[in-house]
């Protein structure tokens, strides 16, 4: 006979059941998501053909041609350098720029709350729409920003159509967006950081120099290494603002990984290309996140106490 | 440690200006330029200094717009109402499947368990053309394509790794002693998990599912790939509208305030919760 729980006695409740419990509690979320895990094979599966859409009938299997194409493929290195460039550049940035607002907002008054709230919004303006803003501000015949530049010495600054000043339009938007998440992650850092190293340096007359380099920072470097690493993870990947402010241009000059992907598929129509790119870009995330998440696990054990 | 010099008060001081300038200034601006007409936009050199005007919130609600040239259509309002459908619907599924998980990966030791936690926290961190242009030609077989259901599905990408990593720490910090003893009173397992549970961690839930919103309403490339203009939300609207309507800056200024504000009055009723949800509950705030 099967036992079926009772109601009122869950004690007799079948071992089957609780067994089973969790997962039935946790598959149907992973469900929804792995009918993900079937386009990520197709990826793979793709980027081993020869595959355009406009040239159907030479789809072949080529094993790694994709890949070993890359090799000498000018552009496929030119991709790299700029994603490379983009993300270093925009997170350095954003952490010295980050670091150094937190510490002006660290203090635990009114004002600075306020403050760290209220530079949050940019965090929550869509990229795609801050770089439309920002479009909006660098526009030649009226923006601003260009307005602006030019009264500095600068009268035909063309911001992201200049090859010479894209990469410095498109950072500064992402700096905009971004350094908010920086600089809230290190404020609750460092305010959580114990107060007593602190005291003990004041009382001895410790230079702050020798404070902020020997104690604040060590004792932050879990927190830096974290919002680091999240934000690595999220700019080597960035699309929106690059997408929404040039497409990419002017010419090669802003072809980072993804919106060359989206490129090689949409206009190019050549999915084998895309989809390589893809995985690799996808093997550099990996990596990335294996290092990320362990640095997350500690500070979420931290957050969420041992217990 | 109060010790502070007039000067480096001074320093201070100048220093957090500068950065709420630059910090807020743009926001300013383009709300400033949402009320101005065309001529007052183009004046050189540009002044705060206007009659403010709604016409471009009008021609954007009406979905009229008068030029010289004549009225052209837009259907700017079609993408709002897109973001509030797409962003609200991925977030009621994604908390009815995140939540029972999560509460499963916090109490619950089981075999597969964290592995199946830290899979669904990898497609977080997956670059999303990897899978969206495989699907893109998956959808077009399945009739999926440009369809709400579609979107909805692919946006559980983003909704459900972050209301399943923030709800889990939330469950986690409840002392399952409460729990307990309502078991051990006769309830069952799932009028516990109703009655008990879900109640004490629902500030948390509450604003992983603000967060969710935020994060689904502020995505572009699902859409730009999945989309066409019909189902679009406004963040590939506003994009598609500067191409259409060319020159029309102020109306273009006020869609982008109009796709902003929303998400802004959400931000600021999740505040508390804000650093812990954009850690994915690392940090406590």
Known sequence: MTTSAMPGRPAKQSRFRRKALPYLLSLPALLMCIGILIPFITAVYYSLLRYRLNLPAMKGFIWFQNYLNFFTDPKFWNTLKISLVYAGLTVVLELVLGLAIALLLQKRTRLNNFLSILLLLPLMTAPALAALMWKLMTNPNFGILSYLVSLLGFPDMKWGSDPATALFTVTLVDVWVYTPFMMILLLAGLRSLPPAPFEAAALDGVPRSFVFFRITLPMLMPYILTATLFRLLDSIQQFDIIYAMTQGGPGDKLLVFQVQAYLDFFQATNVGRSAALMIILWAITYALSNVFIKQWLKLREKAHGAA | ?285
Request: charged residues 10%; positive net charge.
């Open chain 2, 1 to 285: 440690m109060d010790h502070t010099s007039t000067l480096e008060k001074v320093i201070r001081g100048v220093l957090i200006t500068l950065v709420v300038i630059f910090f807020m200034f743009p926001i300013v601006w383009i709300f400033l330029m949402s009320f101005q007409t065309n001529e007052s936009i183009l004046r050189i050199p540009p002044s705060v200094v206007f009659t403010p005007t709604f016409d471009n919130y009008i021609a954007l609600v009406t979905g009229e717009m008068r030029t010289a040239a004549g009225s052209l259509q837009l259907d700017f309002m079609r993408n709002l109402w897109n973001s509030v459908l797409l962003s609200s619907v991925s977030v009621v599924i994604a908390l009815i499947l995140g939540v029972p998980a999560a509460y499963a990966f916090a109490r619950f030791k089981f075999r597969l368990g964290e592995d199946i936690a830290f899979t669904l926290l990898s497609f977080r961190f997956a670059p999303p053309l990897l899978v969206l242009l495989p699907l893109s030609l998956y959808f077009k077989t399945l009739g999926l394509t440009n369809t709400y259901v579609g979107l909805i599905w692919v946006y559980q990408l983003i909704c459900l790794p972050l209301i399943l990593w923030i709800v889990r720490g939330y469950f986690e910090d409840l002392s399952p002693d409460i729990e307990h003893a309502h078991r051990i009173a006769g309830y069952s397992w799932f009028q516990t998990f109703r009655k008990i549970a879900i109640p004490l961690a629902l500030p948390g839930i509450a604003a992983a599912g603000l967060l969710a919103f935020i994060f689904a309403w502020n995505n572009f490339v699902f859409a730009l790939v999945l989309a066409s203009a019909d189902k679009q939300p406004v963040t590939v609207g506003a994009l598609a509208f500067v191409t259409a309507s060319g020159i029309q800056y102020g109306q273009i200024a006020a869609a982008i305030i109009f796709s902003i504000v929303p998400t802004f009055v959400l931000a600021m009723f999740a505040q508390r919760y804000l650093v812990e949800g954009l850690s994915l509950g690392a940090v406590k705030g």
